[in-house]
């Protein structure tokens, strides 16, 4: 007697009928291109309402501002996270998604405001190599079936020791524009990691019920990659 799949149930989507897999890996990267086109559409209109004055003058009344921003944003991320993944309802998942789409929005804000006023072409020139990137270590994971989730343990250093060096920064000036282009360049290392492990996550670890999580973590690696991609472009004039 044939038992049919539940594709809620605990286990990893590497377990579930071929189907069931390709229904998860379609349904994770249709969410992860809906959470692109929404973040654009997002930075569009933030950068047309909010004033860059009221934005830079915020970042600027304190040394530790971004500080305070970046902590506000790691909350932010770990409650979306928590939604996202943690979500027994399909609505408190999609919140955890839209959740963190807006943090990453107001936190692009500053960046992309400096870009479309100094060097508007660096957008779109960050984009198109971070697609590419994108596409080619996602065919990476996909092709070779290398589970790179060995890379976990290698990828929480790295970001520790990253996050410890923006925090020294804020304290030691002197010491963020000594980071200059060699930390970005070592962050697009660690971002294309972090999709490199998340797609293998996709495809080994997720249960077939987690696609809007599966799309969050994907989402986060690449608005990672795409910022460091734009800081380089933009540290070149």
């Not at 955890?96 to 060097?119: H, K, N, R, S, W």
């Not at 492990?197 to 997720?206: D, F, G, L, R, V």
Request: glycine fraction near 10%.
């Amino acid at each position: 007697m044939s038992q049919s799949f539940n594709p809620y149930a605990v286990g990893p989507v590497a377990e579930a009928p071929m189907e069931t897999r390709s229904e998860f890996v379609r349904k994770t990267y249709t969410h992860l291109a809906g959470a692109i086109g929404v973040f654009a559409l997002l930075e569009a209109l933030l950068i047309q309402l909010v004033p860059a004055q009221a934005v830079f003058g915020l970042l600027n009344a304190s040394p530790y501002s971004w500080l305070l921003v970046l902590g506000a944003f790691m909350a932010v991320s770990w409650i979306a996270n928590k939604w996202a993944y943690g979500g027994a309802s399909k609505t408190m998942q999609y919140a955890g998604l839209g959740l963190y789409i807006v943090a990453e929005a107001v936190i692009f804000l500053p960046i992309l405001m400096i870009a479309t006023t100094y060097d508007p072409a660096a957008i779109g020139k960050a984009g198109a190599v971070t697609g590419f990137m994108v596409l080619g270590l996602t065919a990476i994971a996909f092709t070779t079936r290398k589970d790179f989730t060995f890379l976990g343990g290698i990828l929480k250093i790295g970001f520790l020791v990253a996050l410890g060096l923006i925090v020294a920064a804020v304290f030691f000036p002197g010491l963020a524009s000594g980071m200059g282009l060699w930390f970005s360049l070592a962050m697009v290392v660690l971002a294309s990691g972090s999709i490199l492990y998340n797609t293998s996550a996709i495809m080994y670890h997720y249960a077939p019920g987690q696609h809007v999580a599966a799309s969050l973590s994907l989402f986060a690696s690449v608005a990672l990659l795409f910022w460091y991609v734009l800081r380089i472009f933009m540290s070149r004039d």
